[in-house]
């Protein structure tokens, strides 16, 4: 089992930037990859961007790409999204979750998850 407890959410402006942080705890020496995913309500919960803990690949969705980074620390096991020029639409949910199989792209891998931290940006 892998505990996430995820931080750093809140409410910022339209072009303003917040830092999320995900701490594991655990049985985190099995884990593949961790992926920040968000859900926006009435949507679906979506991947937004992953990386390996091997290998330090990364994954962005498109939606993100070139605003966000993702990163980790292996010495602290948290993983972190750094996020730039923030928009509206980017106001969600944000949920951190753990993968110990290689599929590390689909949802469906992801087994362990935290509560989540709200991200509210204003117009």
């Known amino acids: 089992q892998v505990q996430l407890v995820e931080s750093g959410g809140g409410v910022v402006q339209a072009g303003g930037s917040l830092r999320l942080s995900c701490a594991a705890s655990g049985r985190t020496f099995n884990t593949y990859a961790t992926a920040w995913f968000r859900q926006a309500p009435g949507k679906e919960r979506d991947l937004i961007a992953a990386?390996?803990?091997?290998?330090?690949?990364?994954y962005y969705a498109d939606s993100i790409k070139g605003r966000f980074t993702i990163s980790r620390d292996k010495a602290k096991n948290t993983v972190y999204l750094r996020m730039n020029s923030l928009k509206p639409e980017d106001t969600a949910l944000y949920y951190c979750a753990a993968a110990y199989g290689a599929r590390w792209l689909a949802k469906s891998e992801y087994a362990f998850w935290g509560q989540g931290t709200q991200v509210t940006v204003s117009s």
């Open positions: 990386i390996t803990w091997s290998a330090n690949a990364t």
